[in-house]
């Protein structure tokens, strides 16, 4: 009988062959690093105004009700590096946090927190948020458990903020002309959502039934790549009639690189995993979602020649973390297990007992590890994608001149 990786990867080749051919990234041109630290603003930036899911919420979730898998994020461990909980999916800060810090400016509050001061900008993402609304998704049988704040809604969001605090489109301009728009990371709940609805019953992993359990939901999520694309392309353009000038649209994770997937598939063959032990054929998805991301992208470019709209490439910077994970300090042995959770096994993640929940324990050096909770990474984690994001070429062409270092 066929693994149901290969079975897996069978689907997604015949896809990929269909959508385009999927190059290898070619090794970007290092360049120097170097955060901000003196006063005034880097490149010209006064404020980030950011759109996107768990990867860059900074307390938008917490505010609307946390619940489900994701109702634990909201109290310790997570955020036990920056003394408590925040809403943030880590135990300390995010991509977002680390670029602003970089840019010197405030770390950017959520949007729904109506007290803050949101003079350098605004977080309007929300953890489980998905690229496409509710309705369109229940369309395609696929049910949203968290929130129902799309990306369509954050962008409302984003709207009603600029009129209320600017007086005409043109005041609106000016803003952006000196802002960064940061349109995602997003769409990767769509897909997670219809995987989840899918995954593999227990104490049949090898069946039949849980072969076609998993190839009906990669065909699910298969289905909704072109439509998810098009809604943060669609929300790109926007942003851009509005007078945005700097957009970043980063593309998916190597999904076969995640815990809570690769326990989720729990695959014996040794044929299905690649050299950094990552399932091929869910890192042949992702790469379909960011080749038709990259397409639609260079679509924007050409009708908007005066922006500069960069891709930030999270799947290659994730790929050269795990490359050289020794060199930057994490720990070899443990690449693809949850630092925090309470599966055990190689992978230490069980989507019944989460990071949080009763019984998860989190490990003794978190600094060396990558991932956090299984579907997360930890706080330096996070510090090592923005530098190789924005510091070392993978987010191109780069949205942000940082001064050199002497």
């Known amino acids: 009988m066929a693994t149901m990786a290969r079975v897996l990867l069978a689907a997604l080749v015949a896809l990929l062959v269909v959508v385009g051919p999927c190059h290898a990234r070619p090794a970007p041109q290092l360049t120097a690093s170097l955060a901000a630290q003196g006063q005034g603003t880097v490149d010209g930036i006064t404020a980030i105004y950011n759109f996107g899911d768990s990867l860059s919420d900074t307390g938008n979730l917490l505010r609307e009700g946390a619940a489900g898998m994701l109702q634990h994020t909201t109290a310790l461990p997570y955020g036990s590096a920056i003394g408590g909980a925040t809403g943030r999916c880590s135990d300390g800060h995010l991509m977002i946090d680390f670029l602003a810090r970089d840019l010197g400016l405030p770390l950017l509050s959520p949007y729904l927190d109506k007290g803050a001061d949101f003079t350098h900008g605004v977080n309007f993402a929300v953890a489980g948020a998905t690229a496409l609304d509710a309705a369109a998704l229940a369309r395609r049988g696929v049910a949203v458990p968290h929130t129902n704040s799309s990306l ?8 009603d903020h600029m009129s209320a605090t600017t007086k005409s489109p043109q005041e609106i301009r000016d803003k952006l002309a000196r802002s960064l728009v940061m349109v995602g990371e997003i769409g990767g709940n769509d897909y997670n959502y219809a995987f989840t609805a899918n995954r593999p019953a227990p104490g049949g992993e090898r069946s039949f039934y849980n072969i076609g359990r998993m ?18 392309t669609s929300t790109a353009r926007e942003l851009l009639d509005m007078g945005a000038t700097r957009v970043v649209i980063p593309g998916n994770f190597p999904l076969g690189c995640v815990p809570s997937y690769l326990a989720a598939v ?25 080749v038709l991301l990259q397409q639609g992208i260079r679509e924007l470019r050409a009708a908007y020649p005066d922006a500069t709209i960069a891709y930030a490439d ?13 060199k930057m300090g994490f720990d070899g042995g443990s690449l693809t297990a949850a630092c925090c959770g309470a599966g055990g096994g190689a992978y230490n993640f069980d989507m019944e007992r989460m990071c949080g929940a009763a019984g998860a324990t989190v490990c003794a050096r978190l600094e060396e590890r990558i991932s956090w909770d299984g579907v997360h990474l930890t706080q330096r984690a996070y510090g090592v994608m923005t530098d190789l994001l924005y510091h070392r070429g993978f987010a191109s062409p780069a949205p942000v001149h940082f001064p050199r270092t002497t």
Not at 215 to 232: C, D, H
Not at 314 to 326: N, P
């Open 215 to 232: 190839v009906t939901g990669v065909v699910e999520a298969m289905v909704l790549v072109p439509e998810v694309v098009r809604s943060i």
């Open 314 to 326: 999270y799947f290659y910077a994730y790929v050269q973390m795990l490359r050289d994970a020794g």
């Open 152 to 159: 369509g809604v954050q962008l409302q969001w984003f709207k």
């Open 266 to 290: 729990d695959e014996r063959d040794p044929a299905a995993y690649d050299g950094n032990g990552c399932l091929a054929a869910l890192n042949l998805f992702a790469q379909m979602h960011n």
